[in-house]
């Protein structure tokens, strides 16, 4: 059976690595593993130490029960560990959805979930966030009108990418009531939570308010180490045993670096630590972005934010947002992603975690290719 092509990953795949800006990566500068391990700490005899054998399958007990420690009343058996958050993700769809099932997915949102929807089931229906009051807002309407007696699962994106929005305790009651209506899971992707611009409090977690929850996470945004690709899944025991099964024919277990760091770096007070480094990065990157925005106020709107070092902007310019970014691409060799990647149209998502000057150059040339689009649309 075929499966359409995920444009957002074969477009950064293709160009991040050959443009001179890339504006699309969408976490924070990554730590090194001195930086992880603390100065203090001896890498070479953790380095020298460590077997590159197979470690266990599911995560090592350690690293689960670092993990669990983060989600109201979990243990290391509601944990899971897999290659990213990717694989969390893929897994869990496959696990949920067979050929007669419909998920209800979040738009805008990463869009893996919608072309798996597709695959492993019958059809994705969605629902959206809308711009409401200063705010992206859950459309409940949309959402109860998505989820029918067909819909195995709900799937949403808390924070969310590209919006950096957080829902508010009345919209995932909502999302939990929709989903109790019909007996559906919910699948949430929380990799953005902890990244908090506002507030030293992670986001509330879909976790535990339902008896149907799937958390997928992992160590590649909020906490800056996306080269370990170490991802996990949150659940009860039952629905992590058939992860689990479907693991097995994936790939089979997480690295024994990866899972190893991962202990290190799910520790509560080192976890606490990492979290810390992301939103010093993020605080003080994000007043720079917001300056320069503010220079194309009338081009652009968009709102602030919550979490996340991701920036999404609405344009107001006749040309399709794919067709923008290639402009980008092309003409001054900086690399955006296009709102059609997130399911909407005249749009632009913009990292801004990374290295702020290198990112201010990079927004340089996009100034350029603006000036040329708006003098042809004056003429």
């Known amino acids: 059976m075929s499966i359409e092509r995920f444009e957002m990953e074969r477009y950064q795949s293709r160009y991040w690595h050959l443009v001179d800006y890339d504006l699309s990566e969408s976490g924070v500068l990554p730590m090194t593993i001195r930086e992880l391990l ?60 067979s050929s007669g099932d419909r998920l ?12 798996l929807g597709r695959h492993f089931g019958r059809n994705t229906d969605t629902f959206r966030l809308r711009l409401r009051d200063g705010r992206w ?19 949403v994106c808390n924070p969310n990418n590209p919006a950096g929005s957080v829902l508010s305790e009345d919209e995932m009651d909502a999302v939990v009531a929709a989903a109790d209506r019909v ?3 919910i699948v949430a992707d929380e990799i953005y939570r902890g990244a908090e611009l506002r507030t030293d409090v992670a986001s509330p977690t879909f976790y535990g308010r339902y008896d149907k929850v799937v958390v997928t996470s992992g160590l590649s945004k909020a906490f800056a180490m996306p080269g370990l690709r170490l991802g996990w899944v949150v659940a009860p025991p039952k629905m992590i045993r058939r992860i689990w099964n479907h693991h097995d024919y ?24 990492i979290l810390a480094r992301t939103r010093t990065i993020i605080r003080a990157n994000y007043p720079v972005l917001d300056a320069w925005l503010r220079t194309h106020e009338g081009l652009f709107t968009w709102v602030p934010p919550v979490a996340g070092a991701i920036q999404y902007v609405d344009y107001d310019l006749p040309i399709r947002s794919s067709a923008l970014t290639e402009r980008f691409r092309e003409d001054r060799s900086v690399l955006l992603v296009p709102g059609e990647h997130f399911g909407l149209k005249r749009g632009l998502r913009f990292g801004f975690g990374f290295d702020i000057e290198y990112t201010l150059k990079g927004l340089s040339l996009v100034d350029e290719v603006l000036a040329e689009l708006t003098s042809a649309a004056e003429a």
């Open 250 to 273: 994936t790939t089979l277990a997480p690295s024994m670096v990866s899972d190893r760091l991962a202990a290190l770096a799910m520790l509560p007070e080192v976890r606490e630590s």
């Open 183 to 185: 007996g559906a899971w």
């Open 38 to 97: 603390g100065p203090a700490a001896d890498a070479d005899a953790f380095i020298s130490g460590m077997s590159l054998g197979y470690p266990l399958s599911e995560g090592s007990h350690e690293t689960r029960a670092n993990i669990a420690d983060w989600y109201p009343d979990a243990t290391a058996e509601n944990v899971t560990v897999m290659n990213g958050g990717s694989e969390a993700n893929f897994l869990t769809l496959w696990s949920l959805l």
């Open 137 to 155: 807002a859950l459309d409940v309407d949309g959402l109860n009108a998505a989820v029918g007696k067909k819909t195995r699962a709900i799937m």
């Open 104 to 115: 209800a997915f979040m738009i805008p949102n990463y869009l893996q979930g919608y072309g």
